[in-house]
């Protein structure tokens, strides 16, 4: 029998193809974003590990997991396009298995995030919603190239931030931990554009206007760079103006490597984005949690 008569006729999901799909990858932002929240909270994470390990669990392989199962069932036809190989094009997870996956992820991050009190509830519940309204019709603010990494950036970054915050503190963080997680989470819409290059042919002929679709791969890589640069200038400023100089200047040096990587990366946009992702963006990261730290024990200001 051939690999593709094989595969037409596949009923049940390779389990290799259901990792895949779930993107393991994919999982890092949002498991760092959480750690930076439990860290900036200003309560050991010894005192609460349980509540740190299931978080970091809860942001990565289920919800984030969950988003890009929802993801890759709604963009079946642009991944056809662009990735024929991904699991659900190829049929390697057939019929409407990437559904079913995507759907019962969703109740499980239900379930899970229960366990993490009102807060982390709250806060999974939202992040289920942003997901599924980030890829499915009739909402699919994916094809937004303003909307789209704007509400994945900030799923990313600030809202698990905000709940390992809120989760470790058992209430609602204090205000300059709710202003840095936003920072960060803005500027994370630039990173989402610089992964959008990837999938810039397909997005086309599909209709989804990525900012590299509608502004061009040049112009979106100097407004993502900027996207990305105005929020950590802003962070600089308010750990200056709250009394802490040297984790100030370590965000601003990280902020400094990133112009370099940035100039780099603006030869060639399209060719240097993933480069870019292995470099600068590992010192954007880096600084969320520098900040994370020069949060800790500030106290309600």
Not at 16 to 23: P, V
Not at 35 to 60: D, Q
Not at 84 to 108: C, E, F, K, N, Y
Not at 261 to 275: E, I, Q, T
């Amino acid at each position: 029998m051939s690999v593709t008569t094989d595969l037409q006729s596949r009923t049940l999901p390779e389990p290799a193809a259901m990792l895949r799909l779930i993107k393991p990858i994919t999982w890092f932002p949002p498991m760092w974003a959480y750690l930076c929240g439990t860290v900036s909270s200003g309560v050991s994470p010894m005192e609460k590990p349980a509540l740190v390990v299931l978080g970091v669990i809860l942001a990565g392989p289920i919800v984030c997991g969950m988003s890009q199962a929802a993801n890759d069932w709604c963009d079946r036809h642009v991944d056809a396009i662009n990735e024929p190989d991904r699991p659900i094009p190829s049929g390697r997870i057939p019929g409407r298995w990437g559904l079913w996956i995507a759907l019962a992820m969703s109740v499980l991050s239900l379930l899970v995030g229960a366990l993490l009190g009102p807060w982390g509830f709250a806060a999974t519940v939202v992040g289920v919603i942003a997901a599924w309204a980030y890829s499915a019709e009739p909402v699919r603010l994916k094809r937004s190239g303003w909307l789209g990494p704007g509400l994945v950036g900030l799923s990313y970054e600030t809202l698990p931030w905000f709940t390992g915050a809120a989760v470790l503190a058992a209430g609602r963080p204090d205000w300059p931990i709710i202003w840095i997680a936003l920072l960060y989470g803005i500027g994370a819409h630039g990173i989402m554009t610089l992964n959008d290059f990837k999938a810039l042919e397909g997005d086309r002929q599909m209709g989804v206007n990525s900012l590299p679709v509608t502004l061009g791969p040049d112009l979106a890589a100097k407004v993502a760079c900027a996207v990305m640069l105005v929020p950590q200038a802003l962070v600089v400023m308010l750990l200056a103006q709250w009394d802490r100089p040297l984790y100030a200047m370590a965000v601003l040096a990280l902020g400094l490597g990133q112009v370099w990587a940035m100039s780099v990366m603006l030869r060639d946009p399209r060719a240097k984005a993933p480069w870019y992702n292995g470099t600068g963006v590992l010192m954007y990261i880096t600084g969320m949690m520098v900040a994370a730290f020069a949060l800790r024990g500030m106290g309600a200001m």
